[in-house]
């Protein structure tokens, strides 16, 4: 079992930053690819952005991109989510999530295609 402890949350204003983490425990964690998903309430759990392996390619979704960028520390066993130019619509329980599978980029996306997942942490984000 792999487990996934996030951190980081917490309330800030629109225009700020917060960065998540997720520490890794119980398995090789530069085995997994990483994933930062977020759910809002009354929605659905969304992808927000993941990470191959050793860091070799990343991906975002649209309303995240040029704003939030996920990067990991093997040696920490460790994956993070700087988040920049918060806006109210990134308020959400933010979610970390491994996946030990090679995948096409789109499965990456995919909620599904996760085994593990952490327990959140809330982002609220005043206007």
């Known amino acids: 079992q792999l487990q996934l402890v996030e951190s980081g949350g917490g309330l800030v204003q629109a225009g700020g930053s917060l960065r998540l983490s997720c520490v890794a425990s119980?398995?090789?964690?530069?085995?997994?690819?990483m994933g930062w998903f977020r759910q809002a309430p009354g929605k659905e759990r969304e992808f927000v952005t993941a990470?191959?392996?050793?860091?070799?390619?990343?991906y975002y979704a649209d309303s995240v991109k040029g704003r939030f960028t996920i990067s990991r520390d093997n040696a920490k066993n460790t994956v993070y989510l700087q988040m920049n130019s918060l806006k109210s619509e990134d308020t959400a329980v933010y979610y970390c999530?491994?996946?030990?599978?090679?995948?096409?980029?789109?499965?990456?996306?995919?909620?599904?295609?996760?085994?593990?997942w952490g327990q959140g942490t809330q982002v609220t984000v005043s206007s």
């Open positions: 999530a491994a996946d030990a599978h090679a995948r096409a980029s789109y499965y990456y996306t995919q909620s599904r295609s996760y085994s593990y």
């Open positions: 119980g398995r090789t964690f530069s085995s997994y690819v």
């Open positions: 990470i191959t392996w050793s860091g070799g390619s990343t």
